[in-house]
């Protein structure tokens, strides 16, 4: 019994092996403010990498805040929106990750990333006063989900899912991709990679953490089936008198998070919950984000800090090579 066991499983693998066999399809495009690159090995590929597209496409036309006709748009217009099934999946998730990092994620930054010019970019360093009052606006209270709409209060608040949207988008188009028939596969958008199953060579895929700032790379994350998706405060930043001013929004100040971290870069195989965090523990700091890892599960972290220390957390200890010096954080 036990030999036709393996005899089965040796041709099942076989048949794996030879379905992914050199058949590679790839696609690059530009959707959800990034540049994206989607690569598939095996059955359905080509039709699959289409689907992709179409797929982040379509959520790129929900949620872009620059889209004037897009639900997100819509809903910061102070309409009430109905839902489709992946705009409420999102909104309860950001909702959900919000609370769990005590607001350190906030899905309603928008009126602070506006005041600081981010949106169209006429960047500017706003007064204090005018921080309060955008600030005053951004408070996760103000969303509210019912019956499948949602609305925002009080008039004024508005959301951007610019921090959690294309985890969001590649953890649903890898599901889609695999039950099209693609056994490996890799996505690529940004700071955000997600790995589907491991290389046609059946070694898994190495993925590399940039170094911000530079050409070259922190080290490489070793994974199969999951997502490696970094932020940091240099994927997007004005200057000022000499002094940066980035994208990442610590929702206490109103002002860029300034905690000590050059990038966060979370291992998951929860690509929405991997997008928020790399967001919510850059806002959050070393000490913190590793205090977060130990009480939550299902998650990874490598993490850059200004003075070029590098940490990484225990799960990834034999996945993870770098020529850096690190420290592995343990649970206890
Ligand atoms: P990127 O979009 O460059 O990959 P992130 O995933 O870290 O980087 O998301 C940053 C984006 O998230 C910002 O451009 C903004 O739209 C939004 N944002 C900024 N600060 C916060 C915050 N504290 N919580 C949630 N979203 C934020
Ligand atoms: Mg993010």
Not at 189 to 195: D, K, M, P
Request: hydrophobic share 40%; aromatic share 8%; charged share 25%.
């Amino acid at each position: 019994m036990k030999k036709v066991v393996i005899c089965l499983m040796t041709v099942l693998m076989c048949l794996g092996l030879c379905a992914c066999g050199d058949s590679k399809a790839e696609r690059s495009f530009f959707a959800m403010d990034t540049y994206i690159t989607v690569t598939a090995y095996g059955k359905n590929g080509e039709k699959a990498v289409q689907a992709a597209q179409e797929l982040m496409e379509g959520y790129d036309a929900l949620w872009s805040i620059g889209e004037e006709n897009s639900a997100v748009s819509r809903l910061n217009r102070g309409e009430r929106i109905s839902l489709d099934r992946d705009t409420s999946a999102l909104l309860d998730r950001s909702l959900e990750i919000s609370h769990m990092t005590q607001g350190a994620f906030d899905p309603l930054m928008l009126p602070v990333m506006e005041l600081w010019g981010f949106t169209d970019k006429h960047y500017a360093v706003p007064s204090e006063d005018d921080i309060k009052k955008a600030l005053s606006l951004t408070d996760v209270q103000g969303l509210h989900l019912e019956n499948g709409t949602a609305y925002l209060t009080p008039e004024g608040c508005k959301a951007d899912l610019g921090g959690i949207a294309k985890g969001y988008a590649s953890g649903a188009a890898a599901d889609m991709m695999r039950k099209m028939g693609v056994s490996s596969g890799i996505l690529s958008l940004g700071g955000n990679i997600r790995t589907i199953g491991e290389k046609p060579d059946g070694s898994p895929w190495r993925v590399a953490v940039r170094m911000p700032f530079d050409e070259g790379f922190i080290g490489i994350v070793e994974v199969r089936d999951k997502a490696v998706i970094t932020s940091g405060g240099y994927e997007r930043y004005f200057e000022e008198n000499g002094k940066l001013y980035h994208h990442i929004i610590d929702p206490k100040t109103g002002c860029p998070a300034d905690s000590g971290l050059m990038s966060v870069t979370v291992v998951s195989g929860d690509d929405t919950l991997a997008d928020a965090l790399s967001t919510a523990l850059f806002v959050m700091g070393k000490e913190q984000a590793e205090e977060f890892w130990r009480e939550h599960e299902g998650f990874d972290l490598i993490l850059l800090c200004d003075d070029g220390s590098l940490y990484i957390t225990e799960g990834i200890k034999d996945d993870f090579t770098s020529d850096m010096e690190y420290e592995v954080i343990s649970n206890r």
